[in-house]
């Protein structure tokens, strides 16, 4: 039932809800004694003010996307991917396996095989608790969850042991060699005497990350596979009427739900460090949930939810650098920040709702969305704003 | 048309609306509406799905607000502005979904969110004595201390009109109220409701079925589009004539069709046996055919295996036994699902459109496909062919009169009736040799039912079989050609539709077999 | 934007011109925190006590994200702060890339070892700090068994295990070396009640010395031995104080003296490999008020001899770290 306009579920309701968060956010940032509107400035500059700001703040989003459409396409077909960060993890061991062990002539050879490696590294992690969703009923949260910290223990073994060069205390590979490294930013977008991105992590995986947001989109609403992931997580009943089976739409939505989360690790790994770090996925898969949730799993909305948590992230470690706003209270306004777009989202989408249902109404005021306006069958009478039902 | 009620007494209307209009955006739910309903009676409003009907009562519960218009209770007028001031008003009202805590006891039920005071237990023993009253004056028995989810519908819907009771209302809305019941529990309510009225109470009812109506109702309104188009004394009025009035134009009540012409068997169903996942055995040992140009019809009480034969003749649950489709055996073990009967030409109109026939949250055109949407017909490769579909959507709901005929619309914005109506179309036009049909009418108002049926009938008449399951004695009797009974998951016995007739059939239902019938 | 970026070089330039003048050291924290309890806390703490003692500020930061090893280091260094401190062995490959880039200016790194010109080098011996409160171990339990509970199973940590097991064992070599990790992430690091629950299991095995080298997690390690009136070892700084007399003594590592002395060379510091050890008091054990009663004479003669034989050459003990492998226990 669309009770508002499209633009103000996917743009006002976000937008109030950010106003919200920076509100408190500044209300804390106050009672600590800072200067909240400095504060913002040192934000909003230090996260998009110029093209080094961009290439952190883009770099971040890079993983956010991966992430988010993650657990977006899981979402499609109600299935709630909460292992990205064991995906992505995994993922990056695929990467370090072919950037160490195969020699590679050219990086854009070296970044097809990383496409390659992390995907079905990711998907290979996500496997075993689709199957145990489909065959045997396991929740999909509890097993992808528990996947994590068999991800984390497994890059720990590796990394302190088997994949550590010896004579170093740090918890990684070795540096990948030179045909490896893909060009960031800097590479691409500098010419002649300026240089842009200096110092900046992004790199071309972000092409990589905008590529799988188009064809996820695709993939969901132009394909045969997306509309029976849909029509699985709309209604089971209705695709197992359908002959849509239940195995293979849980398995090959986490399959593909696996590889994404496991793209991620090119950014950080082939893009960033040049090398696999212990530390490198660094909760991005939990944050994908919430720019999942943030972004109504449509891939545009992941990118912009994703931007949205680089600018959080690169905003908050300019503010740490520039002020002694502890770091503590930069997690305290990224957490706001979730808090109001993902938690308390209907917090602000009802008081809009019905905002909307009122002017349609014509100023006559409605009552509470209590008894039967919430609740009434879809056959019954006319509910507000849905002008079909009354023939 | 419009006829005034007669009014028995020279009291002030219990209910009075006066010129009541209600308009969501550009659709005018209620247009100047103004009805009586006087104090000691039982009132039914009729209307088809999406006339008004609900609208009106939410206004008169304060749910919604009258964009003009007055309400008069008792012949004072009355502001209603939410459900608070209904209940002030003396106003209770049973929805058709109830509104009970699950897991909390039919006491506590009550008494949620009418309190005495903070503390419970004194609410609880004063509920309790009032509930014991009521309870003997108006054959409204339920035990206190079961939880909801403990009592059977029928309970659940009396605690519902205890709640109205206990909160003092005088005047009773029902919504529906037999949708969910059994003939039994239907009846027990109407003397419920008899009861009510003889103490005085007023009493709104509101419902689809004709039946009802006639039966128990002192005067009826009927409702069409928005408007109120008539009030008559039940007395005075006849089925057909609330149908037409409803509907707006003349309706055939019963099915208009030639005798079948039977020709080969289509589906051979052998020894059938299901057991469920709970190891009970649902089906135990099921046998018929069905020939091709004729409808077999299965009658029954809801539960009797009805749905599991559907559901494992549709692909989708497996059962042991023997079932041929023109003479080639299908598999039963559960590698065949839905997808591969529809390839061997079996169509199917599920029991429950809403959890299975259709994705709510998908619009029309993507409905449309489902099921068929691995034909190369709707697919491009791995793509969906959405203009494909899309012209084939708009040219069914154009020839199946589905309204409105708007393919990007989702499927739960439509009428009960129009989603049947586009189940129907993609089913009946994939082209089956056999289609199953289960409840093809269940929720679907009479314009819609009459549509429906003579669909089926054209089908059979193309010469293809149809397996029709349906709990409306009346809908199996009109519109089979042979009838076969299902208790307890067994055939009782198979008749002739022409040569058979309600009582039989009744204790067929009921489990009693031998020639006493 | 052109415009800003002209304006933030401008500023860049202005701060590298006023660091000429007076340069401010820098510090970055790693993803610990400051606060860590562990070795973040005690290098803030050396900080802060030369901020205090010269009246000097000093600049900071504390890493949320791997990416920001960089992003600090040269954001640091572009603001002409020198010398820029960075604690943790994890910045090492970073510093390494980035610290040609700004050869004016002079780094300090903890724990790990960077072979640049302009980088110092602080590296700690803990595997000799380790082994002489082994030996204080050994000597102080009734059983024959005692226990190491590690942080996040990395090297370094090993290397504490290592060391420890080894003095364990040259006080007693009958004696029983239990060891656990806490976990594979750096919630390892802080995670006092999965530390309570390990010295539980271990004291059901029979220890009754438990040496923590876990970071945060080692309050908790501490408090459920004096809770269950066992004794334990702290780490990093001084934690006899934490609980009188049930704490036996602790394995200091003086990253704090590191840090306040890079600060007090200022762009002066002296770059290369400073190797901190029990020859140079780098590391050592705590003895103090709180743990008198506990150590026996005996025993600090014993120690204080291995001490000075570690000082001198005449014990070696193994580095984990320079084999990846332990002769006193299995990993």
Redesign the interface.
Known sequence: MERMPRWADVLLVPLISLILAAAISAIVILAIGENPWNALKIMV?GAL????AWG?TL??ATNFIFTGLAVALANHARLFNIGGDGQATVGGLGVALIALYLPWPHWTLALLAAIVASAAFGAAWAAIPAYLQAKRGSHIVITTIMFN?IA??L???LL??PM?P???????TA?FPEGTHIPSFRDLFSHGETILFR?T?ANVTFFVAVLACVLVWMLIWKTRLGYEIRAFGFSEGAARYAGIGSTKIIVVTMLLSGALAGLMAIN?TLG??E?L????V?GAGFIGIAVALMGRSHPLGVFLAAVLFGFL?QG??EL??STSI??EM??VIQALVIMFTGALDNMVRMPVERLFANRRARGTPVAPLAGPTAERAPDRAAPPSTPTTAE | MALDAASPSAAPPAIELRGISKAFGPVQANRNISIRVMPGTIHGIIGENGAGKSTLMSILYGFYHADSGEILIDGRPTRIPDSQAAIRAGIGMVFQHFKLVENFTVLENIVLGAEDSGLLRPSLARARRELRQLAKEYELDVDPDATIEEIGVGMQQRVEILKALYRKADILILDEPTGVLTPAEADHLFRILGNLKAQGKTIVLITHKLREIMAITDNVSVMRRGEMVATVRTADTNPQQLAELMVGRKVLLRVDKAPATPGAPVLEVENLRVVDAKKVERLKGVSFTVRAGEILGIAGVAGNGQSELLEVLGGMMRATGSVRLKGRPLDLSGREDARDRREVGIGHVPEDRQSEGLVLDYTAWENMALGYHHRDAFANGPFIDRPAIMKNTIDKMQRFDVRPPDPMLLAKSFSGGNQQKIVVAREIESGPDLLLVGQPTRGVDIGAIEFIHKQIVALRDQGKAILLVSVELDEILSLSDRIAVMFDGRIMGERIASETNAGELGLLMAGVTGEAA | ?TK??TL?GASAALALVAGAALAEPAIIFD?G?KFDKSFNESANAGATRWAEETGETFAE??L?????R???I??FAEQGKSPIIMVG??S??PLNEIAPDYPDTKFVIV??VVDQPNVRSVVFNEHEGSYLVGMLAAMASQTGTVGFVGG?????I?KFGCGYAQGVMAANPDATVIANFTG???AAWNDPAKGSELTLAQIGQGADVVYAAAGGTGVGVLQTAADENILSIGVDSNQNYLHPGQVLTSMVKHVDNAVYEAMKAGEAVETGTQVMGVANEGVGYALDDNNASLITPEMKAAVDEAAAKIASGEIEVHDY????SCPAIQF
């Open positions: 500059t003010g110029s093209s080094y952190y770099y971040y910290y984390y223990a890059l720990t073994y302190t042991g550590k010896s004579g170093t205390m740090e918890t990684a540096p110092g992590p950080n960033e460090a090398r770090i212990l530390n490198a660094e992230y908050g470690a740490s650098l502890p770091r930069v997690v | 934007m800003f970026t933030l993803l925190g930061f504390e949320t994200a791997e990416a920001q960089e992003q600090a040269r954001r062995f994890m090492a490959t724990d790990a996040m199973d990395i090297p370094l090993r594979t992430t750096p770290s320079a084999d990846e």
